[in-house]
């Protein structure tokens, strides 16, 4: 009964669980039909390959989510995850674990310095999210095509089958995936951080005045997402065993777009991680599914945006209801 | 008992254009409940803010237990035992109750984890002693007023306070929860809290202060003792200011027919059967203190508000809801009181800025402006009103408040209102603009359009308004004519009391 009730308290405090639901629903639903209407499509093989393609974007929407949630935005993940299959590229060609190891760190190190300067953009020269991650992007594509002019390099390649082994529906992206879920799950909703990442997007000022780093917890927020970019721009290195200096492209938008889809709101201060693992998979499930029936790629930039279009509508619709329920 | 605990000495803050406070010295016992009583604009919050650190003092000093004392930040008040509950909720609306109270101080176990139900516990331990029923994980957008109040005191009381400063903390509650935070207020004192208490309601302060303190336009008028306390006495320290030679003489004017009439306009829990009318030519005053649902009349008035019951009709025709579009097209217009805010668009030259309400005039039907007729209908304004610019293209944020404000005119005089609602027609503006504006306001009149002001200022409420109407806690208390005024008759109905 006890659980019941926390659960009900959930819903309350989170109305934006019961959309999440849907989307689930609505990839159940999405699956269950390709898996009637493809004979290949339901084998165990398809099914993982299927999860594993989702897995990058996943990953990276993670972090753009904490810093949605504490109000701003990073535009800027797409580049880094360039820059970071990049310098993989470069450096952990070589046999010897050590210098593969230390590629990692790297790798991890960049994206965290990727984090600080958008943080600092944001917090010390108080230039709006959107403006500073869209420069930090810029210049990072630049860096990108500086330390891999195109695609390229080499990726070792027992390094690269770890990370992608896979046993049967079970495969170390997806146990990645799930590390790094409970992982940011645990910062967001059980530590002070969590909490002060809520309060700053609800508003800087009020939690400034009842003691709340406001500064320090939206640079973590951003060296998170950093993080989180560098773990999807080493999974797809280790995917194409090569760098390319440009394939993080769409990963900035389309995380936003996961994002949304999973019920955090742009205005910062609302929003759960739960949703957009949820948000990611439904993009990326949708782009295998097109891609399986052939359909044009014009159509399906078509449809991923109808898609948040329609996720937009539905939540400002829940958020009105929601509103005037209070008010009653 | 008897000794001083916390002291004010010669506090001075000065905002950009006013002094709100002036040389301000005060003492607060230990274990006392001290009243801090005034008229809007007085400066109490402006010196609560001060101890609880949201402002810092030009001049002068804090002592705390004979120490002087700088307080840096609201949570440097809070480390140093001062509790602040906000007239208007300091909440986050996207946290539960427990992450409010605790939120900047959340106790943490090992591996980084907050302690929800230690919180938790906690907060029901400390509701249980003062009586609220709150439930610790509630999210605070689903609580009323009262119990958000609620969740501040927790907050305020769980950082163990030596003094706890209350803004107007009745003015939301109901009469059994009035009942029960006096209790509260009783056992801090006795527990040796000095509670430093802003109201409006002199009744409450009667019953609960020690000791009053008295400001006007931020200057210090005196300290009463329990001894001494007295209603009308109060009252008589609160008002009592020269009105200055500054305003029009409005003794001639002749007052045309009905153009404005609010019947039984009710907002549940804002305004109750409120009824008034505006003739031609007329000004009519709103008064009261700040939050009694003055402005929720007039924004209702101006289709931005909804309203479920009662009725407001321009020259007979009754308004429908149509929105803001539909009251200009209707003849009424609205000054905002704030100007930087919702009023001026500030990166924009006084010509878009004063043709921006007009549009509709001054575009052909496709759309495309008449910019020949924008500009001389602009140019006639700024001559009318005397807007002092180099030319109709100069950016309005260079401009000195008094003009700023004449451009708003400007722009609600291009719709052609029949009735002109001005919200705070002289804020921050200084004495030459404020004569100026209200020689137009008077030449308006002399027009034909019907005014109405809503003011915080009583000099200017007294000094122009041909019939002031009173609010006190969503009602007209009190109406009163040009002979009838006086500033402590207003004072009174204001404060909830009645005349005898």
Known sequence: MKQLERIRRKFAATPQLSSVLTICGLLLMVFAAMCVYSESYRSTYNITNVLVQCVPLACVSLGQTLVIISGGI???????????????????????????????????????????????????????????????????????????????????????????????????????LIVLFLAMRYLLYRTRTGTSLYAIGRSRPIAASMGVKTTQASMKAYVLAGLCAAVTGLLLACRMRVGDPTCGANYGMDSIAATVIGGTSLAGGTGLLSGTVAGAFLIGMLSNVMNNLNVNQFYQYVMKGALLIAAMVVYSISDRLEVRRRES | MEQDYLEFLHITKRFPGVTALDDVSMSVRRGEIHALVGENGAGKSTLMNILGGNLQPNEGELRLDGQPVKIASPIDAYDKGIGFVHQESNLLENLSVYENVFLGRERVLPLGRTDRKGMCREILECCQRLGYQLEPEKPVAELNLAERQSVEIVRALLGRPRILILDEPTAALAEDEVARLFRIVRELRQEGVSVLYISHRLDEIMELADRVTVLKDGRLVGTLEREELDKDRMVSMMVGRVIEDIYPDRSQVQFGQELLRVEGLTIPGKLEQVSFSVRAGEIVGLGGLEGQGQRT????????????????????????????????????????????????????????????????????????????????????????????????????????????????????????????????????????????????????????????????????????????????????????????????????????????
């Open chain 1, 74 to 176: 990073d535009l800027s993940v797409g580049s880094t995850i360039s820059v970071c299959t990049a310098i993989a590229a470069r450096l952990m060609g070589s046999d010897n674990p050590v210098q593969v190891f230390l590629g990692v760190v790297v790798v991890f190190a960049f994206a965290a310095v990727v984090g600080l300067v958008n943080g600092a953009g944001v917090n010390y020269l108080k230039v709006p999210p959107m403006i500073t991650t869209l420069c930090t992007s810029t210049i990072l594509e630049g860096v990108a095509l500086w330390i891999l002019p195109v695609a390229g390099g080499r990726i070792n390649a027992d390094f690269a089958r770890v990370v992608y082994k896979k046993w049967d529906i079970i495969s170390m992206p997806l146990i990645i």
């Open chain 2, 297 to 500: 009349a007039v924004r209702a008035i101006f289709g931005d508000q909804r309203f479920s019951q009662g009725s407001i009709s321009v020259e007979d025709t009754p308004l429908k809801s149509g929105g803001i579009a539909g009251r200009i097209r209707s003849g009424v217009a609205y000054v905002t009181h704030d100007r930087r805010g919702e009023g001026l668009v500030l990166t924009q030259s006084i010509r878009k800025n004063s043709s921006l309400a007009a549009l509709r005039r001054l575009c052909t039907p496709l759309g495309v402006m008449k910019e020949g007729e924008e500009r001389a209908q602009v140019g006639k304004q700024m001559e009318l009103l005397q807007i002092k610019a180099s030319s109709m293209e100069e950016l309005v944020s260079h401009l000195s408040g008094g003009n700023q404000q004449k451009v708003m005119l400007a722009r609600w005089l291009m719709t052609r209102p029949r009735v002109l609602i001005i919200d705070e027609p002289t804020k921050g503006i200084d004495i030459g603009a404020r004569m100026s504006i209200y020689q137009i306001i008077h030449q308006l009149t002399q027009a034909g359009i019907g005014i109405l002001m809503l003011t915080s200022d009583m000099v200017e409420l007294i000094g122009l308004s041909d019939r002031t109407l009173v609010f006190y806690e969503g009602r007209i208390v009190k109406e009163l004519s040009r002979s009838e005024i006086t500033e402590e008759r207003v004072m009174k109905a204001a404060s909830g009391m009645t005349e005898e």
